[in-house]
Protein backbone atom coordinates (compact mmCIF):
# COMPACT_ATOMS: atom_id res chain seq x y z
CA UNK A 1 0.00 0.00 0.00
CA UNK A 2 3.12 2.27 1.06
CA UNK A 3 4.17 1.84 -2.34
CA UNK A 4 1.29 2.26 -4.62
CA UNK A 5 0.16 5.74 -2.65
CA UNK A 6 4.02 6.93 -2.78
CA UNK A 7 4.10 5.70 -6.33
CA UNK A 8 0.52 8.18 -6.90
CA UNK A 9 2.41 11.05 -4.87
CA UNK A 10 5.29 11.13 -7.50
CA UNK A 11 3.33 11.42 -10.30
CA UNK A 12 1.40 13.93 -9.49
CA UNK A 13 4.73 15.74 -8.49
CA UNK A 14 6.25 15.27 -11.78
CA UNK A 15 8.45 12.51 -10.52
CA UNK A 16 8.00 10.38 -13.12
CA UNK A 17 10.91 7.83 -13.31
CA UNK A 18 9.92 7.04 -9.57
CA UNK A 19 6.01 6.77 -10.15
CA UNK A 20 6.40 4.17 -13.16
CA UNK A 21 9.04 1.72 -10.56
CA UNK A 22 6.81 2.23 -7.68
CA UNK A 23 3.47 1.42 -10.08
CA UNK A 24 4.94 -1.48 -11.45
CA UNK A 25 6.51 -3.12 -8.84
CA UNK A 26 2.92 -3.29 -7.49
CA UNK A 27 1.04 -3.97 -10.53
CA UNK A 28 3.35 -7.25 -10.74
CA UNK A 29 2.82 -7.95 -6.96
CA UNK A 30 -1.19 -9.00 -8.01
CA UNK A 31 -2.34 -7.79 -4.82
CA UNK A 32 -5.13 -5.71 -3.84
CA UNK A 33 -4.26 -2.08 -5.37
CA UNK A 34 -2.59 -3.99 -8.74
CA UNK A 35 -6.04 -2.75 -10.85
CA UNK A 36 -5.25 0.52 -9.90
CA UNK A 37 -0.89 0.50 -10.63
CA UNK A 38 -2.02 -0.50 -14.17
CA UNK A 39 -4.08 2.27 -14.10
CA UNK A 40 -0.99 4.22 -12.58
CA UNK A 41 0.69 2.94 -15.47
CA UNK A 42 -1.40 3.80 -18.53
CA UNK A 43 -1.64 7.48 -17.18
CA UNK A 44 2.00 7.29 -17.14
CA UNK A 45 2.07 6.47 -21.09
CA UNK A 46 -0.31 8.85 -21.48
CA UNK A 47 2.04 11.57 -19.96
CA UNK A 48 4.62 10.20 -21.74
CA UNK A 49 2.98 11.31 -25.31
CA UNK A 50 1.93 7.34 -26.01
CA UNK A 51 -1.73 7.66 -26.53
CA UNK A 52 -1.86 4.21 -28.24
CA UNK A 53 -0.37 2.16 -25.91
CA UNK A 54 -1.87 4.12 -22.91
CA UNK A 55 -5.76 3.07 -24.58
CA UNK A 56 -4.60 -0.51 -25.58
CA UNK A 57 -3.75 -1.09 -21.80
CA UNK A 58 -6.79 0.88 -20.82
CA UNK A 59 -9.41 -1.46 -22.48
CA UNK A 60 -7.73 -4.20 -19.92
CA UNK A 61 -8.61 -2.34 -16.76
CA UNK A 62 -12.71 -2.77 -16.01
CA UNK A 63 -14.01 -0.99 -13.32
CA UNK A 64 -11.60 -2.05 -10.59
CA UNK A 65 -8.89 -0.08 -12.72
CA UNK A 66 -11.45 2.88 -13.55
CA UNK A 67 -11.33 2.27 -17.08
CA UNK A 68 -13.79 4.62 -18.43
CA UNK A 69 -12.62 7.33 -16.41
CA UNK A 70 -9.11 6.54 -17.94
CA UNK A 71 -10.41 6.43 -21.37
CA UNK A 72 -11.83 9.92 -21.06
CA UNK A 73 -8.67 10.87 -19.97
CA UNK A 74 -7.45 9.61 -23.57
CA UNK A 75 -10.05 10.81 -25.67
CA UNK A 76 -9.52 14.50 -24.99
CA UNK A 77 -6.05 15.30 -25.65
CA UNK A 78 -7.46 14.17 -29.15
CA UNK A 79 -10.54 16.98 -29.04
CA UNK A 80 -13.12 14.17 -29.18
CA UNK A 81 -14.83 15.75 -26.21
CA UNK A 82 -18.42 14.17 -27.06
CA UNK A 83 -17.31 10.56 -26.25
CA UNK A 84 -14.46 11.78 -23.26
CA UNK A 85 -18.21 13.47 -21.71
CA UNK A 86 -19.83 9.82 -22.31
CA UNK A 87 -17.30 7.84 -20.73
CA UNK A 88 -16.86 10.23 -17.59
CA UNK A 89 -20.44 10.23 -17.33
CA UNK A 90 -20.15 6.05 -17.27
CA UNK A 91 -17.27 6.10 -14.84
CA UNK A 92 -19.29 8.56 -12.50
CA UNK A 93 -21.98 6.53 -12.56
CA UNK A 94 -19.79 3.28 -11.96
CA UNK A 95 -18.61 5.21 -8.93
CA UNK A 96 -21.93 5.79 -7.74
CA UNK A 97 -23.08 2.41 -7.96
CA UNK A 98 -19.69 1.50 -6.19
CA UNK A 99 -20.29 3.68 -3.33
CA UNK A 100 -16.95 5.28 -4.21
CA UNK A 101 -17.77 9.18 -3.42
CA UNK A 102 -14.28 10.00 -4.69
CA UNK A 103 -14.47 8.32 -7.48
CA UNK A 104 -17.46 9.66 -8.58
CA UNK A 105 -16.48 13.81 -7.46
CA UNK A 106 -13.38 13.35 -9.68
CA UNK A 107 -15.21 12.07 -12.92
CA UNK A 108 -17.66 14.08 -13.18
CA UNK A 109 -15.37 17.18 -12.26
CA UNK A 110 -13.56 16.03 -15.61
CA UNK A 111 -17.19 15.34 -17.35
CA UNK A 112 -17.50 19.08 -16.96
CA UNK A 113 -14.41 20.11 -18.04
CA UNK A 114 -14.71 18.58 -21.42
CA UNK A 115 -17.91 19.95 -21.96
CA UNK A 116 -16.78 23.28 -21.28
CA UNK A 117 -14.65 23.34 -24.38
CA UNK A 118 -17.97 22.97 -26.13
CA UNK A 119 -21.39 24.07 -24.20
CA UNK A 120 -20.61 26.57 -21.70
CA UNK A 121 -24.22 25.98 -21.11
CA UNK A 122 -24.12 22.64 -20.40
CA UNK A 123 -20.89 22.99 -18.48
CA UNK A 124 -22.50 25.69 -15.76
CA UNK A 125 -25.28 22.64 -14.98
CA UNK A 126 -22.06 20.09 -15.04
CA UNK A 127 -19.93 22.06 -12.40
CA UNK A 128 -22.64 22.92 -10.17
CA UNK A 129 -23.08 18.73 -9.76
CA UNK A 130 -19.46 18.42 -9.51
CA UNK A 131 -19.43 21.06 -6.56
CA UNK A 132 -22.15 19.10 -4.89
CA UNK A 133 -20.17 16.12 -5.27
CA UNK A 134 -17.21 17.11 -4.22
CA UNK A 135 -19.15 18.51 -0.67
CA UNK A 136 -16.93 17.12 2.42
CA UNK A 137 -14.24 15.27 0.23
CA UNK A 138 -10.69 16.61 0.41
CA UNK A 139 -9.58 16.47 -3.21
CA UNK A 140 -7.08 19.08 -3.89
CA UNK A 141 -6.75 18.20 -7.78
CA UNK A 142 -10.55 17.55 -7.96
CA UNK A 143 -11.27 21.05 -6.89
CA UNK A 144 -8.58 22.43 -9.19
CA UNK A 145 -10.21 20.57 -12.38
CA UNK A 146 -13.80 22.38 -11.39
CA UNK A 147 -12.11 25.30 -11.43
CA UNK A 148 -10.30 25.44 -14.31
CA UNK A 149 -13.25 24.12 -16.06
CA UNK A 150 -14.90 27.62 -14.85
CA UNK A 151 -12.07 29.11 -16.97
CA UNK A 152 -12.78 27.35 -20.02
CA UNK A 153 -16.37 27.96 -19.92
CA UNK A 154 -15.75 31.18 -20.50
CA UNK A 155 -12.93 31.40 -22.85
CA UNK A 156 -12.99 34.08 -25.01
CA UNK A 157 -14.97 36.06 -22.58
CA UNK A 158 -13.06 36.31 -19.36
CA UNK A 159 -13.56 39.50 -17.64
CA UNK A 160 -9.82 39.19 -16.13
CA UNK A 161 -7.12 37.36 -16.00
CA UNK A 162 -6.52 38.04 -11.96
CA UNK A 163 -8.62 35.10 -11.18
CA UNK A 164 -6.58 32.59 -13.52
CA UNK A 165 -3.16 34.19 -11.89
CA UNK A 166 -4.13 33.18 -8.74
CA UNK A 167 -5.57 30.08 -9.36
CA UNK A 168 -1.57 29.09 -10.87
CA UNK A 169 -0.28 30.53 -7.59
CA UNK A 170 -2.18 28.54 -5.47
CA UNK A 171 -1.57 25.11 -7.82
CA UNK A 172 1.98 26.04 -7.59
CA UNK A 173 2.20 26.12 -4.14
CA UNK A 174 0.58 22.37 -4.01
CA UNK A 175 2.70 21.41 -6.71
CA UNK A 176 0.51 19.64 -8.84
CA UNK A 177 2.01 19.73 -12.21
CA UNK A 178 -1.03 18.28 -14.05
CA UNK A 179 -3.18 21.11 -12.76
CA UNK A 180 -0.98 23.97 -13.69
CA UNK A 181 -0.68 22.06 -17.30
CA UNK A 182 -4.10 22.49 -17.71
CA UNK A 183 -4.59 25.72 -16.47
CA UNK A 184 -2.45 26.96 -19.31
CA UNK A 185 -4.26 25.01 -21.35
CA UNK A 186 -7.76 26.72 -20.53
CA UNK A 187 -5.81 30.23 -21.10
CA UNK A 188 -4.70 29.45 -24.51
CA UNK A 189 -7.78 28.37 -25.29
CA UNK A 190 -9.10 31.63 -24.23
CA UNK A 191 -6.40 33.14 -25.82
CA UNK A 192 -6.69 31.42 -29.03
CA UNK A 193 -10.47 32.36 -29.59
CA UNK A 194 -9.40 35.87 -28.77
CA UNK A 195 -7.14 35.60 -31.70
CA UNK A 196 -4.13 36.64 -29.60
CA UNK A 197 -0.95 34.97 -30.70
CA UNK A 198 1.52 36.70 -28.59
CA UNK A 199 -0.18 35.60 -25.42
CA UNK A 200 -0.56 32.12 -26.54
CA UNK A 201 3.08 31.73 -27.67
CA UNK A 202 3.81 33.07 -24.33
CA UNK A 203 1.48 29.99 -22.69
CA UNK A 204 3.59 27.97 -25.10
CA UNK A 205 6.41 29.36 -23.49
CA UNK A 206 5.24 28.42 -20.07
CA UNK A 207 4.01 25.03 -21.20
CA UNK A 208 7.73 23.99 -22.35
CA UNK A 209 9.04 25.16 -19.22
CA UNK A 210 6.83 23.35 -16.79
CA UNK A 211 6.90 19.89 -19.29
CA UNK A 212 10.87 19.50 -19.51
CA UNK A 213 10.60 16.68 -17.98
CA UNK A 214 8.75 15.50 -21.23
CA UNK A 215 5.25 14.51 -19.53
CA UNK A 216 2.66 16.65 -20.43
CA UNK A 217 4.56 17.62 -22.92
CA UNK A 218 1.53 17.36 -25.79
CA UNK A 219 -0.08 20.19 -24.13
CA UNK A 220 2.14 22.71 -26.01
CA UNK A 221 1.22 20.72 -29.16
CA UNK A 222 -2.14 21.25 -28.14
CA UNK A 223 -2.00 24.98 -27.82
CA UNK A 224 -0.06 25.28 -31.52
CA UNK A 225 -3.18 23.16 -32.81
CA UNK A 226 -6.04 25.81 -30.92
CA UNK A 227 -4.29 28.51 -32.47
CA UNK A 228 -3.66 27.30 -35.84
CA UNK A 229 0.16 27.83 -35.20
CA UNK A 230 2.83 25.32 -36.65
CA UNK A 231 4.80 22.87 -34.57
CA UNK A 232 8.47 23.98 -33.96
CA UNK A 233 9.32 20.93 -35.08
CA UNK A 234 8.71 17.33 -35.31
CA UNK A 235 6.65 16.06 -32.52
CA UNK A 236 7.79 12.97 -30.35
CA UNK A 237 3.62 12.65 -29.35
CA UNK A 238 2.03 9.25 -30.45
CA UNK A 239 -1.38 9.68 -31.07
CA UNK A 240 -4.38 7.02 -31.65
CA UNK A 241 -5.31 9.34 -35.19
CA UNK A 242 -3.12 11.41 -37.73
CA UNK A 243 -1.75 14.63 -35.89
CA UNK A 244 -3.86 16.36 -38.61
CA UNK A 245 -7.01 15.13 -37.43
CA UNK A 246 -5.70 16.20 -33.92
CA UNK A 247 -5.31 19.63 -35.11
CA UNK A 248 -8.07 19.79 -36.32
CA UNK A 249 -10.43 18.97 -33.80
CA UNK A 250 -8.92 21.82 -31.26
CA UNK A 251 -8.83 24.11 -33.90
CA UNK A 252 -12.64 23.55 -34.79
CA UNK A 253 -13.12 23.80 -31.03
CA UNK A 254 -11.72 27.23 -30.83
CA UNK A 255 -13.69 28.49 -34.14
CA UNK A 256 -16.68 27.46 -32.75
CA UNK A 257 -16.18 29.21 -29.48
CA UNK A 258 -15.87 32.11 -31.75
CA UNK A 259 -19.14 32.04 -33.53
CA UNK A 260 -20.94 30.98 -30.42
CA UNK A 261 -19.66 34.39 -29.17
CA UNK A 262 -20.46 36.39 -31.77
CA UNK A 263 -24.06 34.72 -32.24
CA UNK A 264 -24.56 36.43 -28.55
CA UNK A 265 -23.41 39.93 -29.44
Do not use: C
Amino acid sequence: MAVYYLAKAQRDLGDSVGSRAGMQLVADGGGRLAPAARRGLVHLARLAGDFPAAHATAQTLGWAGRQHRVEGDILWPHGDMHRAADAYATARDQAEQHGVAGERATSQAQRAFVLAFIDPATADDELHLAEQLLTGLDLRATSFTGRIAALVRDAGALPSLEGARALRAEIRDTGITAAEGALELALAFHHAVQGDHDKVRAVIDRLRELTRSGDYAYYADLVHFMAGLPLQGPSTIRWTMSESDVRSSWRGLVEARQEHLLAGN
